[in-house]
């Protein structure tokens, strides 16, 4: 099959762009697998906290000189933006009647990770070909795939030879939640079938193997652990594309279900026919057909959006509100009600649900437009990334309404590359006009430059409440270590809970 064209429309100076991109997204991908080896005191889960939030406070502030400098850029996107500032105004004002000294930190997280969507995907989408971001990309996120996969055996063949635990606890290797894990699997499963198509890479028959192997093992680790909304979601997003794609997404789809097939026949072997020949307890973890829980914390989410209709309780309400239903009150406390749109109803109340729906809607109505378009803007090699990304973000965003996993870290730092190259390749699609980096008036770029500097101050602010909030959880440390396992509450850290009353 023909190869995506190379084309970048632009010199050196974006190539190096593009470059700064796939470096960015290599750490991501790095941190997000592979962050339980980071030595520090709340393991890898603060890592890729820290690490995403100096990225968001990069990308928003030189998203602010963007704003300014390119001609007719705010213009073009202002549906979105103007939805992302309203969404702001509706989360930052619950800061000013909160109690909570780290009111601002998750707030910002969130209007950080939506602004840098909006704008780097839509500065991806007009100055580049989608081969300059896309091609680098999958390759990256397959051989993460391959890599974690190989890890994994490794971990499985240990256990081969000492099986001192269910083999379903011993993997996936790394996270200190299976949930966490099977986020990324939603995010990166659908996108695998691309790294078989887009790259050059693509004609080696290693590479295939690697990748094809890869992603069963993948999908074997998912059905070991009984990773349900996982399988759910990415069902879904398949279904999905399927309706409204059809026929163009066949390609896609017949890679996709290779890489389920692969992995039920290594779930046989690895989990079933391996473990009797030696001798082991064959199986994984059981597959629960209820709700564990989801129901009566759902609930309670809904009681606590009624409690300040429509406005919510306030950023983090939900680690400190008092139960309102009696069924929270005598189930174990979580973090999150294992919903993300419930989370912010009761936090933040409808009002702020229904703009983040309105965005959404537009994005769906975007991805309408261009397959109403078809063959007219695209070819089949270019329809197969659409599918694959499509699937990939549409899962995503399924999952989050069966669990809070969207929003942990390791999710975040790889959906925000995810999300805003969907939204290049929208843009790219549906043929906006594209950029230009040089040659702006001097009163141009000196107001570039001002805004840029105006929001670091901003970031600045921010980035330090966020160390100001880590170190107060390194200090609540030994509270929890006191207790037992179960009184952990991940949220923005892996413990955000404080027994000490706000006291900072």
């Known amino acids: 099959m023909k190869q995506l064209e190379p084309g970048v429309r632009g010199g050196g100076r974006p190539r190096k762009l593009i470059l700064l991109f796939c470096c960015?997204?290599?750490?991501?991908?790095?941190?997000?697998?592979?962050?339980?080896?980071?030595?520090?005191?709340?393991?890898?889960?603060?890592?890729?906290?820290?690490?995403?939030?100096?990225?968001?406070?990069?990308?928003?502030t030189v998203g602010a000189g963007l704003l300014v400098l390119i001609p007719g850029?705010?213009?073009?996107?202002?549906?979105?933006?103007?939805?992302?500032?309203?969404?702001?105004?509706?989360?930052?004002?619950?800061?000013?009647?909160?109690e909570n000294p780290f009111k601002w930190i998750e707030p910002g997280l969130y209007i950080g990770f939506l602004l840098t969507v909006v704008i780097l995907g839509g500065v991806l989408g007009q100055h580049w070909a989608p081969s300059a971001y896309i091609v680098p990309a999958v390759v990256l996120l397959g051989a993460g795939v391959v890599a974690y996969a190989a890890l994994a055996l490794v971990y499985f063949l240990f256990w081969l030879s000492e099986p001192a635990s269910k083999l379903s606890d011993y993997l996936p290797w790394g996270f200190v939640n299976i949930r966490y894990w099977s986020q990324l699997f939603t995010w990166l499963i659908p996108l695998l079938p691309l790294a078989l198509t887009v790259a050059k890479s693509a004609n080696f028959r290693l590479w295939r193997v690697a990748i094809i192997l890869g992603g069963g093992v993948w999908v074997w680790i998912a059905l070991l652990s009984s990773a349900r909304g996982s399988l759910l979601s990415i069902g879904f997003g398949a279904a999905f594309v399927w309706v409204v794609f059809r026929r163009d997404s066949e390609p896609w789809l017949r890679q996709f279900f290779l890489f389920l097939k692969v992995g039920v026949v290594l779930w046989v072997c690895l989990s079933i026919l391996a473990p009797l020949l030696l001798g082991l307890e064959a199986g994984g973890r059981e597959l629960g057909t209820g709700s564990s829980g989801r129901l009566v914390m759902w609930q309670e989410a809904l009681a606590m959006s009624g409690q300040n209709l429509p406005f919510g309780m306030g950023p983090q309400s939900w680690l400190l509100h008092e139960p309102l239903t009696d069924g929270y009150t005598s189930t174990k406390p979580f973090g999150h009600p294992h919903n993300m749109y419930l989370m912010w109803a009761a936090e933040y109340g409808w009002v702020t649900v229904m703009?983040?729906?309105?965005?959404?809607?537009?994005?769906?109505?975007r991805v309408l437009q261009v397959a109403r378009l078809g063959n007219h803007v695209s070819s089949s090699k270019e329809r197969i990334v659409l599918c694959g990304f499509v699937a990939s973000v549409t899962g995503a965003l399924a999952h989050a309404s069966m669990s809070s996993v969207f929003i942990v870290p390791s999710s975040m730092l790889v959906g925000v590359f995810l999300l805003s190259a969907l939204w290049a390749l929208l843009q790219t699609r549906l043929k906006t006009s594209g950029m230009r980096f040089s040659g702006y008036s001097g009163q141009r770029k000196f107001l570039a430059t001002v805004s840029s500097l105006l929001v670091a101050c901003v970031m600045t602010v921010w980035l330090i409440g966020v160390f100001n909030y880590h170190q107060a959880m390194l200090e609540d440390k030994p509270l929890y270590l006191e207790q037992s396992a179960d009184s952990f509450f991940p949220r923005f850290w892996y413990h955000g809970y404080f027994p000490r009353q706000y006291v900072p």
């Open 24 to 60: 960015l997204l290599l750490v991501a991908m790095s941190l997000s697998l592979f962050g339980g080896l980071l030595p520090l005191p709340s393991g890898g889960y603060s890592a890729q906290r820290i690490a995403l939030c100096f990225l968001l406070a990069v990308f928003v």
């Open 73 to 98: 850029f705010a213009r073009k996107h202002l549906w979105p933006l103007a939805l992302v500032a309203v969404v702001s105004v509706s989360i930052l004002g619950h800061g000013f009647v909160s």
């Open 355 to 365: 703009l983040l729906a309105a965005l959404l809607f537009g994005l769906v109505r």
